[in-house]
């Protein structure tokens, strides 16, 4: 079967910067729009950021914009994403996820019915 598989996470100070890392098994990733989620303790799983299957189309929310940089390696089958200027209220446990049938702008308000998702990576950001 297809699955998605999380690592970069970790313990970084206020501030500091982290790349996660999504890679796609059992059929190559330019079959997939590709998003990346999250969610805090204590709160929903929210949307983070979404890329095209070629990786010319990007979107993120608002609160992550100009910080976090969503982006893709076919040949790798690899999506990634760089957090940088940490915020304490980043930390969460980040998510991948992937669909065959739909476009990126429309991963955010798919989040639950996505078709795969990975098991998650956890990034907390300290004081």
């Known amino acids: 079967q297809v699955r998605l598989v999380e690592s970069g996470g970790g313990l970084v100070q206020l501030g500091g910067s982290l790349r996660l890392s999504c890679v796609v098994s059992g059929r190559t990733s330019s079959t997939y729009a590709m998003g990346w989620f999250r969610q805090a303790p204590g709160k929903e799983r929210e949307f983070v950021a979404s890329i095209s299957r070629g990786g010319s189309s990007k979107y993120y929310i608002d609160s992550v914009a100009g910080r976090f940089t969503i982006s893709r390696d076919n040949a790798k089958n690899t999506v990634y994403l760089q957090l940088n200027s940490l915020r304490l209220e980043d930390t969460a446990v980040y998510s991948c996820?992937?669909?065959?049938?739909?476009?990126?702008?429309?991963?955010?308000?798919?989040?639950?019915?996505?078709?795969?998702w990975g098991q998650g990576t956890l990034v907390t950001v300290s004081s």
């Open positions: 996820a992937a669909d065959s049938r739909i476009t990126s702008d429309q991963i955010e308000r798919a989040i639950g019915h996505l078709e795969l």
